[in-house]
């Protein structure tokens, strides 16, 4: 018998050929007389002959330029890259393409207001907060900041700023005031756009007197825009009447002369987006990404990992402190309809996200695998409940998927769909690994690396395995990469952050392995990778089977030092009513037990009541062992509820044997 798993789902070869990627490779063969076969040949391909992937990609992408070039790489080195070093091009000016009466972007806010734009009027709000910018004095190189919630407005100052070739720079209204300090301080904006409020689980959460520290504190800012959300426009304005340097949204644009946009043409690595690490471990990285790679990345992933075409109705649970937004907004270049929601997930009830999929037709449903958890614990079974007739792909990121994850979704949202997990960062806005329409979906696996990346995984010495764990790396240039770190004037910060182990080669600092089949499994981050008795262990292979225990609601993993070596401790939440007693400790172990191996098994599991995670929704496994080690939490304005780390300091069990 065969020990290779069987698929979860396989498209049809009628599917297949419908599909923007086979379409691809047959345009690819005839453009180069090849004859590759499939997706694993085109993959070989792109990353063999990377030149004429990339400018294949343009062509197919129908990149707005008004230079090109004759060359398509020229210095080719990590970092330093050239791609498109002859290009003229602008960001904006390639997600406006459309400009007619298909709606462009729907808004969706947790107390039920709904709002939307056409292409046509999307364009119109864009030309007119360009002319209030350009009146501001902003030019190209500029910073523009914005404190915003995931609402149209965030992605009309977004277009407006670049299509000046100004600078966007972004973190969600639920940052604490050294959060944004943290960020904005660094880049000196000269314009903050920002709401005066916003709603979140049944609250309304006013944002002014963060706003009234803000401009006290960060120097460079000229201007503040005040966008009502939560109060009305005569409110608003009398928020900003308090205010020093602030005005209200509809007088900013209303106030500026009209003005044809115009798009201004900057090289392929002109700046477009600063955006930060998490800043768990330090004060927040500012990784500044290219107009270019920026475009070309998200084209190839739209177009040809997703099959995003004009009739799609694409959405991604995301804040704008998350880099899946500025993933999801260069979904306009496909000509879809991206649906923004704002505000929590499960409010006011766990179905709410799929009583919106079905009332707005999504076709794509883009979330978190912490969000897909917490679907199944909650019993929330959309496949008998709603109709997502247009679903027809699910995509998941900011952790690995569990197997029951996959199998969830199959099970009890709906039989026929492409279920991608997605896996790359802000490091690159876009992903190393991800989904394909013309690939099956096994269970735990992300389908395909991305076409163009040279994605490897080396063992210790520095050789690529197949089959077998070790680090992500990228062996060879590819466009998305960022152009640098703000700051950082000798690009040391950057270089120590990607190529310290292996110089020229990108480390991305994820612990997985390639299957036997092409796909990629992640096992976690690799500087939270255990290692009891010399033996590595990504996180992520233990919180799998933890999710499998109904009791269990969320559980965070770590080493603890001890008696020279290190072992394993697993902190629980639980459900309400549920109390850790030897049943459920021996129940947990024997779970995580017959499914890995002995060495998996923690010594110790801690009840806690909270875990502590960033405000993007990730667990902090560095900070929990941090605090557990008695060493002081750098930056916990980063954690969304930084004071849950309290709740592992000074445990008496870990002092216990």
């Known amino acids: 018998m065969s020990n290779t798993p ?3 789902w396989t498209p049809t070869p009628e599917a297949i050929t419908a599909t923007q990627m086979d379409q691809f490779r047959r345009q690819v063969n005839e453009r180069f007389s090849l004859e590759l076969a499939d997706y694993s040949a085109l993959y070989q391909w792109s990353v063999d002959e990377r030149e004429s992937f990339w400018s294949t990609l343009w062509d197919f992408g129908e990149v707005i330029a008004s230079e090109r070039g004759q060359r398509t ?71 523009v900041a914005g404190f915003m919630p995931n609402i149209i407005d965030t992605v009309v100052a977004m277009l407006a700023t670049t299509s000046i070739g100004a600078i966007w720079t972004s973190c969600s209204p639920d940052f604490g005031i050294n959060g944004v300090l943290d960020r904005f301080g660094q880049v000196a904006p000269k314009v903050l756009v920002a709401c005066e409020g916003y709603f979140y689980n049944g609250k309304t959460i006013d944002s002014v007197p963060r706003l009234q520290e803000i401009l006290t504190r960060i120097d460079s800012l000229q201007k503040l825009v005040l966008v009502p959300v939560a109060r009305t426009a005569e409110d608003t304005r009398q928020a900003v009447a308090a205010m020093d340097r602030a005005v ?3 007088d900013f644009v209303e106030s500026a002369p009209q003005t044809p946009l115009s798009f201004a043409q900057t090289g392929f690595n002109h ?26 990345q998200h084209l190839k992933e739209h177009r040809l990992h997703c099959d995003l075409r004009r009739e799609d109705t694409l959405f991604y649970f995301t ?4 880099m899946m937004w500025n993933w999801l907004v260069s979904g306009l270049a496909c ?82 769909l492409c279920l ?103 096992y976690g981050r690799s500087d939270a990778v255990l290692n009891p008795g010399g033996v590595r262990i990504g996180t992520a292979e233990i919180y799998r089977q933890v999710e499998k225990v109904e009791e269990v609601l969320d559980s965070i993993c770590i080493g603890q030092d001890w008696q020279d070596d290190v072992r394993v401790i697993l902190f629980v939440v639980l459900r309400e009513g549920v109390t850790l007693d030897d049943a459920l400790v021996q129940k947990i172990r024997a779970t995580i037990r017959a499914n890995t191996t002995p060495r998996h098994v923690p010594a110790k599991v801690i009840q806690v009541a909270d875990i502590p995670r960033t405000i993007s929704g990730k667990i902090v496994e560095l900070a929990v062992r941090n605090v557990v080690h008695g060493k002081p939490v750098k930056n916990q304005e980063a954690l969304a509820n930084p004071q849950a780390l309290k709740l592992f300091e000074a445990l008496p069990e870990l002092s216990e044997a």
């Open 73 to 143: 790489l020229g210095q080719d080195s990590m970092p330093g890259a050239e791609w498109f070093p002859d290009a003229k091009l602008n960001f904006a000016e390639n997600l406006l393409r459309y400009r007619d009466d298909k709606v462009a972007l729907v808004e969706r806010l947790e107390n039920g207001s709904r709002r939307s734009l056409t292409y046509r009027e999307l364009f119109q709000h864009v030309e007119r907060f360009a002319a209030g910018l350009r009146q501001q004095g902003v030019v190209a190189g500029d910073r």
């Open 420 to 522: 991608s997990s997605i896996s790359g960062g802000t490091d690159i806005v876009s992903c190393f690994a991800l989904g394909n329409p013309v690939l099956p979906v096994y269970a735990g696996e992300l389908q395909c690396r991305g076409l163009g990346m040279a994605v490897e995984v080396w063992n210790d010495d520095g050789q690529p395995v197949a089959q077998e764990k070790g680090e992500l790396v990228c062996t060879k240039s590819f466009p998305c990469m960022p152009i640098g770190f703000w700051n950082d004037e000798d690009g040391s910060r950057y270089r120590g952050a990607y190529f310290e182990n292996w110089p020229g080669v990108w480390a991305h600092g994820d612990y997985a392995e390639i299957t036997a089949h092409g796909g990629v499994v992640i």
């Open 319 to 322: 804040t704008c402190g998350w």
């Open 335 to 416: 000509g879809a309809t991206l649906v923004l929601f704002d505000g929590s997930p499960f409010y006011p009830e766990a179905q709410s996200l799929w009583d919106m999929a079905d009332e707005e037709g999504i076709s794509v449903f883009g979330t978190s695998a912490k969000y897909i958890a917490a679907l199944e614990k909650a019993g929330c079974k959309p496949r008998e409940t709603h109709k997502l007739e247009p679903l027809r792909a699910v995509l998941s990121t900011g952790s690995p998927l569990a197997h029951e994850g996959f199998r969830y979704v199959y099970r009890d949202i709906k039989a026929d």
């Open 248 to 250: 209200a949204l509809q």
């Open 6 to 8: 069987s698929p979860l």
């Open 271 to 296: 700046p477009l987006y600063i955006m930060y690490s998490s800043g768990t471990t330090g004060v927040p990285k500012c990784i500044v990404h290219g107009v270019g790679g920026t475009l070309l």
